[in-house]
């Protein structure tokens, strides 16, 4: 069975405050009313985690433990839980409380009643975090809102619920250290955001030293822009007209008779041959560029909706749910839902497609 919700929950040597979040968490999921399921992915922990995930597993069905080999790091532990999803929902929430889950139901309210199919977990007071990684922050969002072209909300972390739309699109990405807080607001879906205060982390230390920081920030900048390849083609043409300079600088000293026999050759050869290399290096840069961007292949659109698709109740494309319009599914029947295909691999949009085609039939 497909529940209604996911919540995704990496996890890396996080002993210590996986019997609080358990504890917080599954009085709350269960009192929401839903169908649910936790997935809790294991990223390659060296102490007790694997062994309590196992543990709480036997007494709560709901929790799917999925354990990765090694450690693969934050973004791509959340990936894994991504693709393991099954839900309508998607939420993902780092295992150490400082993102509060109480808020997860007025997330799931806000995406079903206003039909959006992003709702970002916006902190609003973040007084808890140091300053250094408040001031880091900071300067990280500047600069990759000004080097690329995507606006990613500074104060939104990786608390955020998808739909399935939503959750398929990122998963259909071929890109590989793909960073998840710049990727989904890059695909520009419907979107409205919660806001929460960030508490402290309720047990255990950051599992997030410098070198990871810094990981995230490269992979961050070099997948949402190609500023950084033009550099060279700008020092090209820079050097290009420095070169043009010195030449005519040399050919006066030398017409003066200023200088030694040779020096006048020898400086323009360097200037010319400098801003000829720069300039080479800076095309190679440019079709690099697009090589990089072919390679990631984000999609340059994504289909909502298709009347010739939907009247023939034929699989759409991904979907999306109209904004300001509730959620389809919400609108279907309980006997409508149950005549649905549910099978996991399915997209939502063929759900749908499908559920639309049967109310016409009906
Ligand atoms: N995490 C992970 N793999 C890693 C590092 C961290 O799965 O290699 C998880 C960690 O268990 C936590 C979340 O990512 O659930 C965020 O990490 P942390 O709270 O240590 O980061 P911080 O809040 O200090 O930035
Ligand atoms: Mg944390």
Known sequence: ?????????????????????VERLRPLLEGMGTTYEVVAVDDGSKDLTAALLQRYH???????????????????????????ALGDY?????????????????????????????????????????????????????????????????????YRLMSRA????????????????FIVPALNFPSDTVEYKRDQRAAGDSKYPLMKMVKLSLDSLTGFSTAPLRLATFAGFGGALVAVLLVLYTL???????????????????????AVQLVCVGILGEYIGRMYAHMQGRPTYFIAYDSMTAEAGERGPTDTPLPAHPHPENLQTDTVRAGLDRAP?????????EAESTQLRG
Not at 108 to 133: C, E, H, I, P, Q
Not at 166 to 173: E, I, Q, R, Y
């Open 166 to 181: 939503t959750v398929d699109a990122v998963n259909s990405l071929p890109e590989h250290n793909r960073v998840l807080r």
């Open 345 to 353: 691999a399915q997209p939502q949009s063929a759900r749908l497609h």
């Open 1 to 21: 069975m497909v529940p209604e919700l996911s919540v995704v929950i990496p996890m890396y040597n996080e002993e210590e405050v996986l019997p609080l979040l």
């Open 252 to 274: 006066i000293s030398r017409s003066q008779g200023h200088t030694v026999a040779g020096w006048t050759s020898t400086v323009a050869i360097v200037a010319a041959v400098g």
């Open 58 to 84: 036997r007494e709560w069905p709901q929790l799917r433990v999925v354990r990765l080999r090694a450690n693969a790091g934050h973004q791509a532990a959340i990936s894994a839980g991504l693709a393991s």
């Open 90 to 158: 998607v939420v993902t929430l780092d295992a150490d409380l400082q993102d509060p889950p109480e808020i997860i139901p007025q997330m799931l309210a806000a995406a079903k009643t206003d039909g959006v199919d992003v709702v970002y977990g916006v902190r609003n007071d973040r007084s808890s975090d140091t300053w250094f990684k408040r001031a880091s922050a900071q300067a990280f969002y500047r600069l990759i809102g000004l080097m690329s072209q995507t606006s990613a909300h500074a104060d939104a972390g990786d």
